[in-house]
């Protein structure tokens, strides 16, 4: 085993929680792809030593939920003012035909760049470009993407079995459901194929049909929850985005969404949800008590208009919370930093509203950063997340050298509070140097520019 010393970091943000979140060690000991000690540490004879001094040290960020072929639907001007139903009809379904591999490939690759140059070291990317006879194998692509770039990957393997609305007649080839058999299927093989249940995997798969139950039949996700749990793999899915879906499910099941999926077997310690920017009745309960998480998705939930989830009454009742980027169609970018910065920001505007005094108190920098971090890493099921003795190696060293980050007198939060990209002076994932310098090895940026202008070229024609 090697062991590397990572020295005299200026402060190190454990992801813990409460007093656990700061500690005044300096340095980290890495053996091998984990975390051997934390401390005021000497180098051993002939140890690797990795100058941190400056720098600020993060657990890397561990996003939960992600579409990353979105990457190349930055700001399609139909949908750059709309609201979710509409923004789904001018943007995602429009689109979703115009992928190829390449076009996946490139999309992928610039979505990870991105999450990479943030210290995001975990992505789990919630993929729904599936139908019938696909021309193209999207979790290969991806897969092989993520390895070549050192980035933990979970693929939540989406799709639809029933069409999306006002599409029923002549559906387009792309928008042609799949039957819930040929999904659960091919779950199965992704399975066989990368499934890894290690705790320090860097390869996973999620059962996640998109959508419940505009995507997917009541029975199905029943069936779907039963498949999932004989594989030993998670569930996730979208749910309570926006007022609309609530409506709907009133009118159509008679209940809130929370009770619909407790009956279909959809909660649990390994069930997360992305948004639920609504909840009311005993739903933050009926999660918290079951285990269930939330990918807390505050930029795209701000982009779109759809209201923001009540993370910190759910982390108070005691539920899983996560922060993720969602897809770049609905958020413009993609980097864990503005995500933590803005969920910094909205829960403070929110609490404010309406009262005389305001809601400076809403969340704290470092519970944003657990649950950013920490939080994630329980939810996938990763021992990693945290920089304590034991976790994954998967370390952000962040070199506060740039003006916006001059003048802090808490350099610790100083990411989070003052948002930007900040100069990433190394990430490792597992140990391994995944970014050197704002640079990723291997990648040749202009390169990858080049590329995306074509395929952008190709999708927007
Ligand atoms: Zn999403």
């Not at 579409?67 to 399609?76: A, E, R, T, W, Y």
């Amino acid at each position: 085993m090697t062991s590397t010393l990572i020295r005299n970091a200026a402060a190190i943000m454990t992801g813990l929680q409460g007093d656990a979140a700061r500690t005044d060690a300096t340095d980290i000991r890495i053996d091998g792809d984990r975390i051997r000690e934390v401390g005021r540490l000497s180098p051993l004879p002939g140890e690797t030593q990795v100058d941190a001094s400056g720098c600020v040290v993060y657990p890397g960020w561990v996003n939960t939920h992600h579409h990353l072929f979105q990457s190349m639907l930055k700001g399609v001007p139909a949908g750059i003012n709309s609201s979710l139903g509409d923004w789904l009809v001018q943007v995602t379904a429009r689109y979703r035909g115009r992928f190829d591999g390449e076009a996946l490939e490139v999309a992928a690759t610039v979505g990870i760049a991105e999450l990479l140059l943030s210290g995001c070291t975990t992505v789990a990317d919630h993929h729904y470009l599936y139908y019938p006879d696909m021309p193209f194998d999207g979790a290969r692509i991806l897969f092989d993407v993520a390895e070549r770039m050192g980035v933990r990957f979970v693929l939540c393997r989406g799709g639809m079995t029933k069409p999306q609305p006002g599409f029923e007649v002549d559906i387009p080839r792309e928008l042609r459901p799949e039957s819930a058999d040929a999904m659960i299927a091919d779950v199965a093989s992704l399975v066989q194929r990368y499934h890894d249940p290690d705790l320090l995997a860097m390869r996973r798969v999620a059962m996640a049909p998109t959508t419940p139950t505009y995507r997917v039949r009541p029975e199905e996700l029943r069936e779907m929850a039963r498949a999932a749990r004989s594989l030993g793999i998670r569930l996730h899915t979208h749910l309570s985005e926006n007022l609309d879906y609530l409506r709907f499910f009133r009118e159509v099941h008679d209940r809130t969404p929370i009770e619909f999926c407790d009956e279909h077997e959809w909660l649990g310690p390994d069930v997360w949800f992305a948004h639920l920017c609504h909840t009311g009745g005993d739903e933050i309960e009926r999660m918290a008590r079951t285990g269930t998480g939330i990918a807390h998705c505050p930029a795209s939930n701000c982009r779109l208009g759809s209201g923001i989830a009540q993370a910190p009454k759910m982390a108070a009742a005691g539920m899983k919370v996560s922060l993720a980027v969602d897809g770049a169609a609905s958020n413009e970018s993609a980097d864990m930093i503005s995500e933590a910065h803005t969920a910094w920001m909205v829960h403070r505007a929110v609490k404010g509203l309406g009262r005389f005094e305001g809601g400076g108190d809403a969340v704290t920098a470092e519970q944003v950063i657990h649950w950013g971090t920490r939080g994630g890493a329980d939810i996938l099921g990763l021992d990693a997340g945290s920089i304590e003795a034991g976790r994954a190696a998967d370390l952000a060293l962040y070199a506060l050298d740039e003006p916006r980050y001059m003048g802090l007198h808490d350099i610790g939060i100083g990411p989070v509070i003052s948002g930007g990209r900040p100069h990433l002076r190394c990430l490792m994932v597992g140990g391994k140097v995944v970014v050197r310098d704002d640079a990723i090895p291997g990648l040749d940026m202009a390169e990858l520019a080049a590329r995306s202008r074509k395929v952008l070229a190709r999708v927007m024609r």
